[in-house]
């Protein structure tokens, strides 16, 4: 199973061609975003939504609707138990800072042995095998 990471999805939204192809190849039944990217992608447009001016208050509200619209069209996978164990494991040789929600996805991904696609490579390669961290945007697919 394919994992994207926050910034994926946006692409996913302007549909960027090189994305496209990709998943065409591997087909949206092998994609899945990531309860973290999920999280992620939520906490911004309800920080947004509650704490809009009133000039901006409508378009925030649409952005919330829309972004809960596009996360329904995919598989949305939950950070297991397992998960779980995998990332107290990771807690103690990286020190999260910015990057909590980047080592969650990188212990679901080894955990189920799946692959993070995300632009942002250089926050996993430290964390993930190579073969396990895939960039849909500046790479073509094989």
Same mark, same amino acid.
């Given at each position: 199973?394919?994992? $994207?990471? *926050?910034? &994926?999805?946006?692409?996913?939204?302007?549909?960027?061609? *090189? /994305?496209?192809?990709?998943?065409?190849?591997?087909?949206?039944?092998? @994609?899945?975003?990531?309860?973290?990217? =999920?999280?992620?992608? /939520?906490?911004?447009?309800?920080?947004?939504?509650?704490?809009?001016?009133?000039?901006?208050?409508?378009?925030?509200?649409?952005?919330?609707?829309? *972004?809960? !619209?596009?996360?329904?069209?995919?598989?949305?996978?939950? !950070?297991?138990?397992?998960?779980?164990?995998?990332?107290? %494991? @990771? /807690?103690? %040789?990286?020190?999260? %800072?910015?990057?909590? =929600?980047?080592?969650?996805?990188?212990?679901? +991904?080894?955990?189920?042995?799946? &692959?993070?696609? +995300?632009?942002?490579? %250089?926050? !996993?390669?430290?964390? /993930?095998?190579?073969?396990? @961290?895939?960039? $849909? &945007?500046?790479?073509?697919?094989?």
């Amino acid at each position: 199973m394919y994992l $994207w990471d *926050t910034n &994926i999805v946006g692409h996913f939204g302007s549909r960027h061609p *090189t /994305l496209t192809l990709h998943i065409q190849q591997v087909g949206m039944e092998e @994609i899945a975003l990531p309860s973290p990217t =999920v999280a992620e992608l /939520l906490r911004g447009r309800t920080e947004f939504a509650v704490k809009a001016s009133p000039a901006q208050v409508v378009a925030a509200h649409r952005q919330l609707r829309e *972004t809960q !619209f596009l996360i329904s069209r995919f598989n949305v996978l939950l !950070f297991s138990d397992e998960d779980a164990e995998v990332f107290k %494991k @990771i /807690l103690k %040789k990286f020190k999260p %800072k910015k990057r909590y =929600v980047d080592l969650m996805i990188a212990a679901m +991904t080894l955990a189920g042995n799946h &692959i993070v696609v +995300t632009r942002n490579v %250089k926050h !996993f390669e430290d964390v /993930l095998p190579s073969h396990q @961290i895939q960039n $849909w &945007i500046d790479d073509p697919p094989l």
